[in-house]
Nanobody
Framework: QVQVVESGGGLVQPGGSLRLSCVFSGNIFSRASMAWYRQADGKQRELVARFVSGGGTNYADSVKGRFAISGDSAKNTVYLQMNSLKPEDTAVYYC?????????WGQGTQVTVSS
């Protein structure tokens, strides 16, 4: 069973930055498709950023130029660097590892952007 643990959320003022971390148990980093999602109150979960085949990345239009996904295979960790945060970025952020037909989710980390 793969375990996924997110961390790094918190309260930040508009314009601030946070870096989220997602640690995976087991050696799946090279085999799984990694992504970050978020879910705001009363809204559906949405894709924020993901790795795509060939080593590329893909971002939601709302975060392009502000967020960056990266990974460290030696640490089994995926990061989400979030800059120039806006109140509309407030949500619970989830990490996802898709391995074949199975998705492994963490418990989420709350990000609140407010003055």
């Amino acid at each position: 069973q793969v375990q996924v643990v997110e961390s790094g959320g918190g309260l930040v003022q508009p314009g601030g930055s946070l870096r989220l971390s997602c640690v995976f148990s087991g050696n799946i980093f090279s085999r799984a498709s990694m992504a970050w999602y978020r879910q705001a109150d009363g809204k559906q979960r949405e894709l924020v950023a993901r790795f795509v085949s060939g080593g590329g990345t893909n971002y939601a239009d709302s975060v392009k130029g502000r967020f960056a996904i990266s990974g460290d295979s030696a640490k089994n960790t995926v990061y989400l660097q979030m800059n120039s945060l806006k109140p509309e970025d407030t949500a619970v952020y989830y990490c996802d590892a898709a391995l074949g037909a199975i998705n492994y989710w963490g418990q989420g980390t709350q990000v609140t952007v407010s003055s």
